[in-house]
């Protein structure tokens, strides 16, 4: 059975400061999705990340995976209040239709 | 704009009541998926068709039911059976399978039993 962890479930971080989200699987996978969610709100898609090694940037976020430690970062640099939110990574499978096995979410708190 | 819609956004049920989530996509996608989240969780899923006239059970399949007769339409009915529905309902959609794009999802129904 996949699982997908993530830590820290809660991060509260000032403005200005840099910190990091990682997200681990448990089986093999080259597909991994990073999402966003406002409270009371739907998902709203970051990245798609598909082969080893793959980065992406996007503002102050950026994202990377490596399949071989089963590994997937969200980077925040130099945060804003504007990026607090729930950040969920999700992982797919070959053969598994395109289901998405989620994390928990990591809440973001981005303090004055 | 292309989209998902689903409705109610907020729906309330009876202890013994059937009700259905309405959720229509005008995307064109192939697959349909229904997501469960509760409170300070991740999403589990519910049910997904990859085409029509086709679907298949997710991890908590128990006590939900869905119909797949359009390719726009995916609804999902949450039967006397689901012991405890309160929850927020996520529908979402991709174009094909395994084809590298993220979900697109549904603005969500949040039910609630009184």
């Known amino acids: 059975e996949l699982k997908v962890e993530q830590n820290p479930l809660f991060l509260s971080m000032q403005e200005g400061k840099n910190y990091t989200i990682y997200c681990n699987y448990s089986t093999t996978s080259d597909r991994l999705y990073w999402y966003r969610q406002d409270p009371g709100k739907s998902l709203e898609s970051l990245f798609v990340l598909l082969s080893n090694g793959a980065v992406k940037q996007e503002g102050r976020l950026m994202a990377s995976l490596d399949t071989k430690a089963r590994l997937s970062t969200l980077h925040i640099t130099a945060a804003v209040h504007d990026l607090s939110a729930t950040y969920f990574c999700?992982?797919?499978?070959?053969?598994?239709?395109?289901?998405?096995?989620f994390g928990t979410g990591t809440r973001l708190q981005v303090t004055l | 704009d292309g989209g998902i819609t689903q409705s109610p956004k907020y729906l309330f049920r009876k202890e013994g009541q059937n009700v259905t989530l309405s959720c229509e996509q005008n995307l064109n996608h192939d697959a349909m998926y229904w997501y469960r989240q509760d409170p300070g969780q991740g999403l589990r899923l519910i049910y997904y068709?990859?085409?029509?006239?086709?679907?298949q059970k997710g991890d908590i399949a128990e006590g939900y039911s869905v119909s797949r007769e359009k390719k726009e339409s995916f609804p999902l009915t949450v039967t006397s059976a689901q012991k405890n529905p309160t929850a927020f309902y996520l529908c979402a959609s991709i174009p094909g399978l395994r084809a590298g794009y993220g979900y697109t999802f549904g603005s969500g129904t949040r039910l609630t039993v009184v």
């Open positions: 999700a992982v797919d499978i070959a053969g598994t239709a395109s289901k998405l096995t």
């Open positions: 068709s990859q085409i029509v006239n086709d679907f």
